[in-house]
């Protein structure tokens, strides 16, 4: 795939240390609950071979995926983002890469936590509502390390399309080039929540689309780096939009 950087091989002690990995290291209750950690790692892995099978079966289109390669070629920390319904094209086009995902402390984290792993991505726990500065932390650390990582904007609770602050103080911090990720599918489920998750039909056309790559200065407000950022995925989202009517 171009621009993506090669596929991780885990194998041994590395694959045990991920599949135990959606264990937060917080004190709560849930750890102790009969037969959690096993329930976990079910769904986790039956979640993760849906997605596989839904993907086999798409009609993918990635366009100006050469935007990959433009940001890598910078040589600056690369970050990816997308909103929180939007996800699941993006993580099926990006599966296997071996980057770093943000996922909640919640429960259903949990579960996303292992079925990401299981997709060929690693984790970092935390979100906007519960262990949030630990994680941008360890984002931080990955970026400047050189590995690319992915956030969604929105979440873990929205408002719907309505961009968070950790994105802005990570790009500003880092220096990180941003690319913000938009998804459109031909048939699609969207569920009746806050973030409208979309879920496309097997078989049907979607598209991912990258946008140009670009940076936040270190000046910029909070605020206007929010706004920036759902412009650009306004942006991204119209162009999956429009190659799929074309």
């Not at 939007?86 to 071996?98: E, F, K, S, V």
């Not at 259903?108 to 299981?118: P, Y």
């Not at 998750?197 to 670009?214: D, H, M, Q, W, Y």
Request: some cysteine; charged content about 25%.
């Amino acid at each position: 795939m171009p621009g993506e950087k090669p596929a991780i091989s885990l194998t041994g002690s590395s694959k045990q240390r991920l599949r135990e990995s959606f264990l937060s290291g917080v004190d709560d209750p849930r750890w102790k609950e009969p037969g959690y950690v096993s329930s976990v790692r079910l769904k986790g892995r039956m979640a993760a071979i849906v997605v596989r099978l839904l993907g086999s079966s798409l009609r993918l289109e990635k366009l100006a995926w050469e935007n990959n390669d433009r940001a890598f070629a910078t040589g600056r920390p690369v970050l990816f983002l997308c909103w929180h319904g939007a996800q699941l094209g993006p993580m099926i086009a990006y599966r296997d890469t071996g980057y770093w995902l943000m996922t909640s402390l919640s429960r259903d984290g949990d579960i996303q936590t292992q079925s990401l792993n299981c997709l060929g991505f690693r984790t970092i726990r935390g979100s906007s509502s519960r262990g949030g500065g630990r994680a941008l932390l360890e984002m931080a650390r990955r970026l400047k390390g050189g590995e690319a990582t992915a956030m969604t904007l929105d979440g873990p609770r929205g408002p719907h399309h309505v961009a968070k602050p950790g994105a802005v103080l990570l790009a500003r911090r880092i220096q990180a080039v941003v690319i913000a990720v938009g998804a459109s599918y031909s048939r699609a489920l969207r569920l009746n929540n806050w973030d409208h998750f979309e879920i496309p039909f097997p078989f049907s056309r979607a598209v991912v689309a990258l946008g140009e790559p670009f940076a936040i200065q270190p000046e910029t407000p909070i605020e206007d780096g929010c706004r920036l950022l759902e412009r650009k995925m306004a942006e991204s989202a119209s162009a999956a939009d429009r190659r799929l009517r074309s």
